[in-house]
């Protein structure tokens, strides 16, 4: 089983819907979780990152961790052609250890 | 410019070949790492380097070995290549701090082991 999980999709949506993007871990170590974009043919780049249970947001996008549950969530409000992309989890169990990533979800934002 | 460059950006090699692909970086960070990244799979880390003089092998560092000429330089290698070593490679940089590193990637390497 992998230490983290993360649906392939692809999700598609039409513009202006709300996007869903989630992962489930299982070791309770990690402390940090982050949420990166991929675009095609491109490098990860990081979006957010949050550090225990809780909500964050960030314009347009909202993490939220539920370290009970083991659950990571990404939330894309008001959804944008431009937002299609991979979406990666990613996580760590403490500050300058290596990161743990899901595999991704491919997301597609039709206009 | 960009920040993390990688050369070069698609290989084609035939199983058996040694290789080498290339990281360079104008951050001026100190921590630098090779991924390689298979559908489905995610990131996965094959070595990493926190300065020149430190080298770790990551969670499939098996059939790879890396070398860090300067603190800007970090190269990966493919000593006898294999069909299934044919993935996406990403190099990566950050910069230590108290807090979580944000690691910044470059534009990857598409390897084909034929």
């Known amino acids: 089983q992998k230490e983290v999980e993360q649906d392939p999709g692809p999700l598609s949506v039409p513009e202006g819907a709300i996007v869903s993007l989630n992962c489930t871990y299982s070791n309770s170590a990690f402390q940090y979780f982050m949420w990166y974009r991929q675009y095609s043919r491109k490098g990860p780049e990081l979006l957010m990152y949050t550090y225990s249970s809780g909500n964050k947001e960030d314009g347009r996008f909202t993490a939220q961790v539920d370290k009970s549950s083991k659950y990571i969530s990404l939330f894309i409000r008001d959804s944008q052609p431009s937002d299609s992309a991979t979406y990666l989890c990613a996580m760590i169990k403490a500050a300058g250890n290596k990161l743990t990533f899901g595999g991704g979800t491919r997301v597609l934002v039709k206009p | 410019d960009a920040d993390v460059t990688q050369t070069p950006r698609n290989r084609i090699t035939k199983t058996g070949k040694r290789i080498m692909l290339e990281c360079s970086q104008t951050k001026g960070h100190d921590r630098m790492y090779w991924y390689r990244q298979d559908p489905g799979l995610g990131l996965r880390l094959i070595y990493y380097s926190f300065d020149v003089k430190d080298i770790n092998k990551g969670e499939i560092s098996d059939g790879y070995s890396v070398s860090r000429q300067a603190q800007a330089k970090f190269s990966l290698s493919l000593e006898s290549a294999i069909p299934n070593q044919t993935a996406l490679y990403f190099c990566?940089?950050?910069?230590?701090?108290?807090?979580?590193?944000?690691?910044?990637f470059g534009p990857g390497t598409r390897l084909t082991v034929l």
């Open positions: 990566a940089t950050s910069v230590s701090s108290g807090r979580v590193d944000e690691q910044f």
